[in-house]
């Protein structure tokens, strides 16, 4: 008998935030929030692009040699495919029916949406479209993103602590921190890695239960899995920064500017990190490199690793649209026949 309040209240929790997403404030409220952060991203850069020598970014872009673009080409589609396994995990922690094949296709064309539109369209509405058409519950859908952000950034704290210690990278202006401060940064970072781990153990695979929600925790062999795969990732996108810039600059540079990147970008609340990431790969690459040059590595970077994904995923979620239409225009034609 406890379950039907159960299960009354999580479909009149699910029926509200369809009303919310679907209400017309909602839908003036992202659009305003869209054009103000539009508006700052067009003002950061024009005053960046006015600092910038574009005749010699362009020329050294252009000697990119072709093999050069194929590896870091290759790099960059190889760390979307380790991603496209992120959402595998909340299949396995709550044994939804989709097929591995379908799971990892959701994954695969929401990511470039996160990249390039942030998390709350990418990560969260392309992945609601794309779930819940598959039967996916609301409930479901936000423990399956919230293990695939924990698999994100369990790999990324732990090679953050390694980057950091190891070779402590030159930061942008303004950026008061010193080398002995970033360690210490890593080696917090690295603690909250270690705290999952140590949390998926004591609870040996049971539900994390908090204030009447439930967050389902892999057993300590998955985790270390989902630690595994987070690190491949991370260090292919590295791998991607490093071949562009064709080894003047070492691998721990290239890893750090995609990993300072990803942390300003997220803090700074601009989508894709449209400037900041040009910001940081230039300080951090220029210390080995021409600062034409390095500019010209992270700008081959994000047409290889943010753009080009995104026009595939893009012609990927048209073409679901209308298969989906197609089907459902089928199935209403036979309802109306049999009826």
């Not at 970033?182 to 270690?194: D, I, N, Q, T, Y």
């Not at 750090?256 to 400037?275: E, M, N, Q, Y």
């Not at 290889?304 to 995923?313: D, G, N, S």
């Amino acid at each position: 008998m406890p379950a039907a309040p159960a299960e009354g209240r999580a479909l009149a929790a699910q029926g509200r935030w369809r009303a919310l997403l679907a209400s017309r404030g909602w839908r003036w409220a992202g659009g305003a929030a869209m054009a103000a952060v539009a508006l700052l991203v067009v003002w950061l850069l024009v005053r960046q692009a006015l600092q910038v020598d574009w005749p010699a970014v362009w020329q050294a872009l252009r000697q990119l040699p072709p093999r050069t673009l194929l590896l870091g080409a290759l790099l960059a589609w190889a760390s979307h495919l380790a991603y496209g396994c992120f959402d595998l995990f909340g299949r396995h922690a709550m044994r939804h029916p989709l097929s591995v094949a379908r799971t990892m296709a959701i994954t695969l064309i929401a990511y470039p949406f996160t990249l390039n539109l942030g998390s709350l369209i990418g990560g969260v509405s392309v992945r609601y479209r794309l779930y819940s058409r598959q039967g996916l519950s609301v409930g479901q859908i936000a423990q399956v993103v919230v293990l695939s952000i924990v698999t994100n950034w369990v790999g990324y704290f732990l090679l953050a602590c390694v980057v950091f210690w190891g070779w402590a990278p030159p930061l942008p202006e303004g950026w008061h921190l010193g080398p002995q401060q970033l360690r210490w940064l890593g080696v917090l970072l690295a603690g909250v890695s270690l705290a999952y781990l140590a949390l998926c153990v004591l609870r040996g695979g049971q539900a994390l239960v908090f204030r009447g929600r439930s967050l389902p925790l892999p057993t300590w062999r998955v985790a270390l899995l989902q630690l595994a795969i987070s690190s491949v990732n991370w260090s292919l996108m590295g791998g991607a920064v490093w071949a562009l810039a064709q080894g003047q600059a070492p691998y721990p540079a290239a890893l750090a500017t995609v990993l300072l990147g990803a942390v300003a970008g997220l803090v700074s609340r601009i989508p894709a990190g449209l400037g900041v990431l040009e910001a940081v790969g230039t300080a951090v690459l220029s210390a080995h490199m021409p600062v034409s040059a390095a500019l010209a590595v992270v700008l081959a970077f994000r047409a290889l690793y943010y753009l080009a994904p995104l026009a595939v995923a893009a012609l990927a979620l048209l073409a679901t649209e209308l298969l989906w239409r197609r089907r459902t225009g089928a199935e209403g034609a036979e309802g109306a026949a049999s009826g």
